[in-house]
Nanobody
Framework: QVQVVESGGGLAQPGGSLRLTCEAS????????MGWFRQAPGKEREIVAR???????TYADSHEGRSTLSRDNAKNSLYLQMNHLKPEDTALYYC??????????????????WGRGTQVTVSP
């Protein structure tokens, strides 16, 4: 049974930093593309960053250069270090698992979401 637990969100000031953690179980973590996604009220879920099963990373334009995505397959964990946070980063952040093993998954619809998310609020 797949389980995903996101943590690390909270309240941050503009310009601040947060590190999100996703702990997963119930599948062979290293065989799947993983990603962080976010959804703000009234908006669709969007990709923040994703990492392939062979460790290639891709970032949304909004996070390029200020966020770092990494994975630790030994710990079945995914991390997102976000720096220079902006108010528009406020959203519920989800960890996503690609539906297919060892297949590059580039769109939101290629992922499943098993956790409750972690809230990120950026405000003075």
């Amino acid at each position: 049974q797949v389980q995903v637990v996101e943590s690390g969100g909270g309240l941050a000031q503009p310009g601040g930093s947060l590190r999100l953690t996703c702990e997963a179980s119930g599948f062979t973590f290293g065989n799947y593309d993983m990603g962080w996604f976010r959804q703000a009220p009234g908006k669709e879920r969007e990709i923040v960053a994703r990492i392939t099963w062979f460790n290639a990373t891709t970032y949304a334009d909004s996070h390029e250069g200020r966020s770092t995505l990494s994975r630790d397959n030994a710990k079945n964990s995914l991390y997102l270090q976000m720096n220079h946070l902006k108010p528009e980063d406020t959203a519920l952040y989800y960890c996503g698992k690609s539906r297919n093993a060892r297949a590059i998954s580039s769109a939101v619809q290629h992922y499943d979401f098993w956790g409750r998310g972690t809230q990120v609020t950026v405000s003075p």
